[in-house]
């Protein structure tokens, strides 16, 4: 089992910024891909981003390309989000996961096996 809760949410006005922590617990960090999704409310849940269990290998939603920047601290057992220049369609639940690949990564809901309860990012207007 793999324990993840997700910080840092909250309410920040257009062009702003946020940074998302997840802690995970339970098993070796390093051998998970992790990722960071979001659904608004009404909406499918959307891939946000996503980074291998090394740190290698990155991929990012197509409306988060330069915006967010996914990171790793594996000896923290950690994982971020760095949100930049938020927008308002950019208010979301943000959850993290855990995927037991052994490499690379995925954009796929289905393919993560654990997921932590979300942190609410509000962008105002």
């Known amino acids: 089992q793999v324990q993840l809760v997700e910080s840092g949410g909250g309410l920040v006005q257009t062009g702003g910024s946020l940074r998302l922590s997840c802690a995970a617990s339970?098993?070796?960090?390093?051998?998970?891909?992790m990722g960071w999704f979001r659904q608004a409310p009404g909406k499918e849940r959307e891939f946000a981003a996503a980074i291998s269990g090394g740190g290698g290998i990155i991929d990012y939603g197509d409306s988060m390309k330069g915006r967010f920047t996914i990171s790793r601290d594996n000896a923290k057992a950690m994982v971020y989000l760095q949100m930049n220049s938020l927008q308002p369609e950019d208010t979301a639940l943000y959850y993290c996961?855990?995927?037991?690949?052994?490499?690379?990564?995925?954009?796929?809901?289905?393919?993560?096996?654990?997921w932590g309860r979300g942190t609410q990012v509000t962008v105002s207007a």
């Open positions: 339970g098993r070796t960090f390093s051998d998970f891909a």
């Open positions: 996961a855990a995927d037991r690949r052994l490499y690379g990564v995925s954009r796929s809901l289905s393919a993560y096996d654990y």
